[in-house]
């Protein structure tokens, strides 16, 4: 299958930045991704009803022809902004279409930052040649941390697999930290290939690779107006073709493109806003996998289990009423168990009798762990990455428009 390699570029993708002054001085703040013409592309968006207007005008460009770039803005969301927000993502789209020559529909605007704010049109426009200028291979890392919003790491991973001999890469890079409940795949994410790949395997890849990855993450429950997640194809590895769905060729490529996601969803839950410990939640035994994600939701989204995560307070009564709470009709308790890591802690509806806090506290304390919860009712399984809610979690987002 595929291997986990050092950060690798993508032939025939290239990446530039550019500082446009658009919430935050001297820092780079525009990305631009130039992809070469006969690239396929696939994406998913948010599902917030009040998604931004880059999100509508991408979903739109996307419809229309395949992109040959993608314009990427930190620090202002441009989103709630009405009929002017839309003036202005088009604006964008055709200031990057007039320099490269290019159609605006094939431009696919993206933007992360502050809500219900204008974009300065004006500032990134004349940005944009600085960006262009700068296109290289080589401009991920550069373009990672120019996608931060209250990021403090960017966040890169690559996989490689061979068809036949030929390698094929995958590189995918992210941004997100805050406002994370996905409902399709993360706040921002951009994934590369070299593969030749139909825009319909590339579809199908992307949809089954987003659910274990970015669809299984939360940090605070709070799904973005501007989630996006693009994966692109420049076609230009020396591997053979793949346009068969049950190929092993397809079955490697999708297995490297969902690595790469759960690499990302896994850093950006673990870069949380003030998040101090990283937390699998895995429900087993569902009826269900809405059953199943009920019941992960309902611990990863409670406040008094998070402060608890903070606090490495191993105060399993607030797990227990989690799981009693997320609405499972007819559940047995005598049936639950529930562990943290190891070490059980309910058994047959109470205090598993070898608990000792002791053996929780061990537990808790560790920067990363899981709780396991087994419900008896079917043999449906899910997972759900969370973290801790802190003092900084509240902190960054009181400060965040100061």
């Excluded at 703040?29 to 948010?46: K, N, Q, R, S, Y």
């Excluded at 070299?194 to 990855?213: F, G, M, N, W, Y």
């Excluded at 168990?337 to 058994?347: F, K, P």
């Excluded at 396991?372 to 979690?393: F, I, K, M, P």
């Amino acid at each position: 299958m595929s291997v986990k390699i050092d950060f690798s570029p993508i032939a025939g993708i290239r990446l530039g930045s550019a500082a446009a002054g658009i919430k935050y001085p001297d820092r780079n703040d525009l990305v631009v991704i130039e992809l070469p013409l006969g690239a396929t592309c696939a994406a998913v968006f948010t599902r917030n009803a009040f998604c931004a207007a880059p999100v509508v005008v991408a979903r739109r460009n996307l419809s229309i022809s395949p992109p040959h770039y993608l314009l990427i803005n930190s620090g202002n969301a441009n989103a709630g902004t009405g009929v002017q927000g839309m003036e202005d993502a088009e604006a964008c789209c055709e200031g990057l279409a007039e320099i490269a020559d290019c159609q605006a529909s094939q431009v696919l605007p993206f933007s992360t930052g502050v809500i219900g704010e204008h974009l300065p049109v004006s500032r990134l426009i004349d940005a944009l040649p600085q960006a262009i200028n700068s296109l290289t291979e080589d401009g991920w890392v550069t373009a990672a941390n120019a996608i931060m919003t209250t990021d403090t790491v960017p966040k890169l991973a690559s996989r490689q697999f061979l068809v036949d001999g030929m390698p094929i890469t995958v590189t995918g890079m992210a941004k997100g930290s805050g406002m994370i409940r996905p409902d399709m795949a993360t706040m921002l994410a951009y994934i590369a290939t070299d593969a030749i790949i139909t825009p319909k395997l590339l579809r199908e890849c992307l949809q089954h690779a987003v659910e274990p990855s970015f669809n299984a993450i939360t940090v605070d429950g709070d799904t973005s107006t501007n989630d996006a997640c693009v994966l692109m194809a420049s076609g230009m590895s020396p591997a053979a073709p793949i346009s068969d769905m049950k190929s092993a060729a397809y079955q490697k490529f999708c297995a490297a493109v969902t690595e790469v996601c759960m690499d990302l969803a896994r850093d950006i839950v673990r870069d949380g806003e003030g998040a101090t410990k990283l937390v699998e939640i895995l429900v087993e035994g569902a009826e269900s996998q809405t059953e199943a994600k009920d019941v992960a939701y309902t611990i990863a989204h409670s406040p008094l289990v998070k402060t608890a995560l903070f606090a490495s307070d191993p105060n399993w009564g607030r797990i227990l009423a989690a799981v009693g709470r997320a609405g499972i009709d007819g559940l047995d308790i005598q049936n639950v168990g529930i562990w943290l890591d190891e070490t059980c802690i309910v058994r047959n509806g109470g205090r598993a009798e070898e608990y000792t806090e002791e053996a929780g506290q061990a537990v808790m304390s560790q920067s990363e762990f899981t709780i396991r919860v087994a419900l008896g009712r079917g043999e449906t399984d899910t997972r759900v990455l969370t973290c801790d809610l802190s003092y900084d979690y509240v902190r960054i987002n009181a400060e965040y428009r100061t």
